[in-house]
Nanobody, 116 residues
């Protein structure tokens, strides 16, 4: 496992932007798949976006066209650029890593709140 730490969450108005970061003390290029998940109160954790160590990406339908996932192996960082945020994007965002997009290990999460 590789320790993962999320940052960049906060309170933003609808239509605004945030960039989430996931940092690691390990070498993330060794992590085959990294992903961002979101969990809203009362809901199950859901996939937002995933990216392989080769750069192939996948997005939830709700994220397509608004969010961009990326990873920087030199900095051992993964990012989620979120634009045109909506109240329904509110939740705790988790960074994950593992052999598949389902994730084998997780960070502690960062809270995103979008006000209408």
């Amino acid at each position: 496992q590789v320790p993962l730490v999320e940052s960049g969450g906060g309170l933003v108005q609808a239509g605004g932007s945030l960039r989430l970061s996931c940092s690691s003390s390990g070498l993330i290029f060794r992590i085959r798949v990294m992903a961002w998940y979101r969990q809203a109160p009362g809901n199950e954790r859901e996939l937002v976006a995933g990216i392989t160590n080769g750069g192939r990406t996948t997005y939830a339908d709700s994220a397509k066209g608004r969010f961009t996932i990326s990873r920087d192996h030199r900095k051992n960082m993964m990012y989620l650029q979120m634009n045109d945020l909506k109240p329904e994007d509110t939740g705790t965002y988790y960074c994950s890593g593992g052999e598949t997009v389902q994730g084998d290990y997780w960070g502690q999460g960062t809270q995103v709140t979008v006000s209408s």
